[in-house]
């Protein structure tokens, strides 16, 4: 039961992307908009006084053109480059405008926010000029963060009630400012951490599925002697294997928790890349092969169909399964539907968010062909791969 909502979970999240593919390129008008903190008081102190009104703008329109680089790209080698450096450098020349306003908690006024409006149309242009590619909002998984805070040997499980008083380990404002949407649990009964030895895949499984989200990203903060800060995380996949893991070390548990949120958005930019470069391609997964013969003809028949199929390469060999790498053009859902007609195979599932396909062989197709010399298929001592 539980791997079937599995399935269940992974087709629901792939239909949502068909949905959201003809808009890609689209990026919100409001993510053009950065809100900081502005009180004089918070800022360091300079020869005795406070920052003057034109530093303290200068210097949160710099904080926000940083934000922003990261919320429309997910590149943090883009912050440290010299393209980044200069846009941080010179953000006042990119701001169209700015409003203060009241900061309002619980319905209170307690200090001032910064409302930054940066110009769109100059930077969009500016970074298609400069081959800067930015982030497709579609491309953003929503992932379901556990966390836990330990403080003199007592273990928090951060959950929505928790993080509603615990001012000072509130994180949420840092993935909402860089659009990496987000959910956190309501309860604390089933609660991933990310320590040795490692949570099984089905139990990681189990919670994104119940939570019907496609990743995981686990952590744990430790305040340790000193003032400083321990952080360990985990990024889990919804098949449960290892995204991206980390520990860090310092003095001030927002930057390190905002440092996570970055490295978990670097991630996530670099498997949309790779899915991006193989957009037209799957790989079919063909299983209970049980005679050599039945290769040639399964490769034949979808080789035969032009110009749906485009290219078929026979990836690897195990005893009973064969992979090809089919590359296809026009729609991904025509394929699947042939695939579901074709007489010689069983259409059993789609994986890996389309980049593969299941199916077995139906042995009443090949059963004329199996009175030939057909030679079985055995496993060789290693995977043969072409």
Known sequence: MRSFNLLFVIMSLLVVQQVQSADSAVMPESFFTVTLPYDAALQPVQQGNSLGKNDLLSTQTQKGMKILLMRL?????????????????????????YNIKPRVEDGVA?????ELHFDIKRLKKAFSEQHIKLWAVNQRPKTLVMGTFVQ???LEKLNQEILDYRVDVDYRDIPKQLGLPIAIPEERAQWVFPVEP??????????LVSANQPNLLSF????????????????FALNGSILAQNESVG????????NMFENVMHQYVKLSAVQNIRQNHLYLNIHQVAFGDQINQLEEELKQQQPMIRKVNLVSLQAGKVQFDVEYQGDYQTVVNWLKQWSAVQFVSTLSN???IDVNVRYEFF???LKFKAQPVTEPENQKVY
């Not at 307690?110 to 910064?114: E, T």
């Open 73 to 97: 790209t997910g590149r943090t080698q883009l912050i440290t480059s010299k393209i980044g450096r200069d846009y941080i450098k010179n953000a006042k020349n990119w701001r169209a405008s």
């Open 110 to 114: 307690v200090g001032k926010n910064i």
């Open 152 to 154: 003199q040997g007592r």
């Open 198 to 207: 490692n949570p099984s895949d089905s139990k990681v499984q189990e919670i």
């Open 220 to 235: 744990k903060l430790v305040s340790v002697a000193n003032g400083k800060y321990e952080l360990s995380w985990y990024l």
């Open 251 to 258: 003095f001030d548990r927002q930057v390190l928790m905002r």
């Open 354 to 356: 389309q980049q593969e």
């Open 367 to 369: 059963e004329p062909q």
